[in-house]
């Protein structure tokens, strides 16, 4: 009975494609089971690695289409790292560029662009004033709301 036993386990791991049987023998009562190993699922899929001329194509195009192209800032791509050089009169086209390379494809930007000095006057001042008509929050316009419908 022990060798029928030990027979048919042998090729039920076989066929599982493990040779666990052949060098263990299976004691009556207790079964066998093969480790289960599965890949870990990777965060973000892999895609294949783009060019660098074709990169820095692409974010110039990006720059292109955007209300940044006015500044005609300079791309340099290397090794999948985008450099950004120029100088800007807009405070938030800093951070567009940075946002627009990324997403072109850029593992990693460095930005470079010297923002003017007009520009982050123009920014303290917007924050001293406090918050304009698009930054309020819903819960003070709810309170003047209902200060108008009383």
Do not use: W
Not at 4 to 22: D, P, Q, V
Not at 103 to 120: F, L
């Amino acid at each position: 009975m022990f060798r029928i036993h030990r027979f048919a386990t042998a090729l039920l791991c076989l066929s599982m494609g493990t040779g666990y049987a052949a060098t263990k023998p299976v004691q009556p009562g207790k079964t066998l089971t093969a480790p289960v190993t599965r890949p870990k699922p990777s965060a973000t899929p892999k895609a294949a690695p783009v060019p660098d001329s074709q990169l820095e194509k692409d974010i110039r195009a990006r720059f292109a289409k955007s209300k940044i192209s006015t500044h005609k800032f300079q791309v340099h791509v290397q090794g999948g790292v985008a450099t950004i050089e120029g100088q800007t009169d807009v405070l938030q086209h800093k951070g567009t560029a940075t946002r627009l390379a990324k997403s072109a494809g850029a593992i990693k930007v460095v930005n470079h662009i010297a923002v003017s000095q007009s520009a982050k006057d123009k920014a303290a001042k917007n924050l001293e004033s406090g918050r304009r008509r698009a930054q309020v929050k819903r819960s003070e316009t709810t309170a003047r709301s209902a200060k108008r419908s009383s």
